[in-house]
């Protein structure tokens, strides 16, 4: 009797120590390590497995990518909405807890990746309570440079493939965080998550015509340059041939005298 007792004590043992190891190969995959790396600079909580039992490391480890992605999605809500701030050594007032300007364009873009795809760059099974936590993250990048969250719907967009984002040097500056950084890797994401692909049609009456006697003059020529050159792309979009209607785009030399002109509809 004591005999099986010991062996199955040496049989569980055995187990346990077997999956500690591979808890510990999990930990130490490249792309774990990484992420381990970003969410220690963003300022994210985590847990030092030292001060664990086995039995807990097993309990505290995520069992899937799915569970990881979750875990990380609570614990950044949780750090936006109640552990707002931190007060780190050698200051005197608190700082926000979570730190997303320390971290880098491709930092961003792989945290992102991390959250919604495994290494196989495969989508995970997220529900749609987990978008929704994705969505309150500023972690999507605008053309501005800026980051943003998709909190508020209909407040940012992507451009749709015809668009060639390098071209749209007419676009006003302040109009570019209104547009998302998309790329072959987040496409998909991002339209499950609900932001809206805008035709060159909708961008130019949406945000562009609108302000076009605010915007300075090489960029008014350029937009009349883009209008001319796919005029015939353009008029199948009746709200555009509206508001185009109203705009005063149509150059108009008042003299002879070079730079003496203005607008007019």
Not at 5 to 23: C, D, Y
Not at 94 to 99: A, N, T, V
Request: charged share 25%; proline share 5%.
């Amino acid at each position: 009797h004591d005999n099986n007792v010991h062996t199955k004590e040496v049989a569980e043992t055995q187990v346990t120590n077997s999956q500690l190891g591979q808890v510990r190969a999990s930990l130490n995959i490249p792309s774990t390590l990484k992420l381990h790396k970003i969410l220690v600079k963003l300022r994210s909580p985590v847990l030092e497995l030292a001060y664990f039992s086995k039995d807990d490391v097993q309990t505290l480890m995520p069992s899937d990518n799915v569970q990881l992605s979750r875990n990380i999605l609570n614990i950044l809500n949780q750090c936006l909405d109640y552990w707002t701030h931190i007060l780190l050594p050698g200051e005197e007032s608190p700082s926000l807890r979570l730190d997303w300007s320390n971290l880098s364009s491709d930092e961003l873009e792989f945290l992102l990746q991390k959250l919604t795809k495994n290494d196989q760059h495969a989508r995970l099974s997220l529900m749609a309570s987990d978008f929704d936590l994705l969505k309150a993250l500023p972690i999507f990048q605008t053309l501005s440079g800026s980051i943003v969250s998709l909190q508020d719907r209909n407040e940012h967009y992507t451009l749709d493939p015809s668009i060639n984002a390098d071209s749209l040097q007419y676009l006003p500056d302040r109009m570019k965080s209104k547009f998302l950084k998309e790329s072959a890797e987040n496409a998909d994401v991002l339209k499950d998550i609900g932001v809206e692909s805008m035709t060159e049609a909708k961008l130019l009456y949406m945000f562009v015509l609108p302000e076009f006697e605010r915007i300075p003059v090489p960029q008014k020529e350029s937009i009349c340059l883009t209008i001319l050159n796919k005029f015939n792309f353009l008029k199948n979009s009746a709200e555009f041939i509206t508001v185009l209607k109203e705009t005063p785009f149509v150059k108009h030399l008042r003299s002879e005298r070079e730079n003496d002109f203005d607008y007019v509809c």
